[in-house]
């Protein structure tokens, strides 16, 4: 006899994305595992590690009504996964880019403020993903990205990602609230998102010196 998990399409798109849900966390367990064993690079790590903090957030923010904890959900499956919890929920970055914001801290420049920047950056590109391009959606993301990157002294005044971010708020500045990017702007505005951010994580590592 062939047992039905669903009784509608909405029921059974619900279930797929807990299954998607409840793979991207286990996959997130097995990689931290092989990091912390020397199994795969940093490299390898930080490729993958971006891609599932990526898909996970998408997801969760799409679950958001029907699975308010992350921690119950695992709890609920018996998953036992408190490396990607950690990962996933808590921290929202890769192992390596803690690292690299630790190796880089000082006075002026501190390892969360490092955390910071690279949480806006992932923060305003993955809201472009999910279509929120209406202006008084991208101008916060926006602000809270300028204003963490020039915290950090490590950064040239006309580093890219400052000029870019400050050209965009200037630009929105004289938009109204509820207008919205065309998707020509929304996809140049990730382009230079992402291009800041590649820029941004190659100064990291020989920053201060």
């Not at 390898?44 to 959900?73: G, M, N």
């Not at 580093?159 to 400050?166: L, W």
């Amino acid at each position: 006899m062939e047992v039905k998990l669903w009784n509608d399409k909405r029921e059974r798109e619900m279930y797929e994305n807990f299954a998607e849900l409840y793979a991207i966390i286990k996959a997130t367990e097995k990689l931290e595992k092989a990091y912390i064993r020397d199994i795969i690079s940093s490299s390898e790590y930080e490729t993958e590690c971006q891609k599932l903090i990526a898909h996970f957030k998408t997801l969760a923010s799409s679950l958001k009504d029907i699975v308010p904890s992350i921690e119950r959900f695992a709890d609920t499956y018996k998953m036992d996964c408190p490396a990607a919890l950690n990962r996933l929920v808590t921290s929202g970055v890769p192992a390596t880019v803690e690292h690299r914001a630790a190796a880089v801290a000082s006075s002026t420049t501190s390892a969360a403020t490092v955390a910071e920047c690279v949480q806006n950056f992932i923060t305003a590109m993955d809201s472009l993903k999910l279509n929120m391009v209406a202006v008084d959606q991208v101008h916060p993301l926006l602000s809270d990205l300028f204003s963490s990157l020039n915290k950090l002294s490590i950064l040239p005044p006309d580093f890219e990602g400052k000029t870019k971010m400050k050209e965009w708020i200037s630009r929105l500045s004289k938009m109204g609230a509820a207008d919205e990017l065309t998707e020509q702007q929304a996809r140049q505005l990730h382009f230079d998102l992402e291009s800041s951010y590649n820029s941004f994580m190659a100064a990291l590592p020989t920053a201060g010196t």
